[in-house]
């Protein structure tokens, strides 16, 4: 008696993940060519609660001198080829836990950029919202495709 061959693994972990991380790589690299030239502006309101000018020119938008836009920038493209259907497809279990261990580490970095936001500069930007709420929805897709993709690929 044969062993059954495998279930191969869903075709939707990559069809899902792969556009929102070009999105979030196309927002983060405008929220960098923002940061080092004023040429393209935000068109975001820069009085009031929503201040993207405040919150993009703080002291808190660089991190040890690199612009908070850049590590985002950064992220995303670490996180395309990542979610690339060949890397979803890979059998390879340190592709699939360090995936999940940087969606993690991009989520813990929004949690921290929010809170920022809203109790150190009470300032929120919406380009900014956008990217963190792009990271959170890529983090959950990816920890729900981790999940229901461990059998196939344990």
């Not at 309101?45 to 808190?60: E, H, L, Y």
């Not at 979803?88 to 580490?105: D, K, N, Q, V, Y």
């Not at 929805?137 to 729900?144: R, Y």
């Amino acid at each position: 008696m044969t062993e059954p061959e495998p279930l191969a693994p869903p075709r939707w972990p990559g069809l899902v993940t792969l556009p929102i991380s070009v999105v979030g790589l196309a927002v983060a690299a405008f929220l960098t060519i923002q940061h080092y030239t004023t040429a393209i502006p935000l068109a975001c309101p820069d009085t009031g609660i929503i201040n993207c000018t405040k919150v993009t020119t703080s002291a808190q938008s660089a991190i040890f001198g690199i612009p908070v836009a850049l590590l985002g920038l950064l992220f995303f493209a670490a996180m395309v080829p990542l979610c690339l259907p060949a890397a979803w497809r890979s059998t390879r279990p340190e592709l699939r836990w360090g995936r999940l261990a940087f969606a993690l580490i991009g989520v813990g970095f929004v949690v921290y950029l929010v809170y920022t936001e809203l109790f150190t500069l009470d300032a929120l930007c919406l380009w900014c919202t956008t990217v963190h709420v792009i990271t959170v929805v890529l983090f959950a897709v990816v920890a729900m495709a981790t999940a229901s993709t461990g059998e196939a690929n344990a």
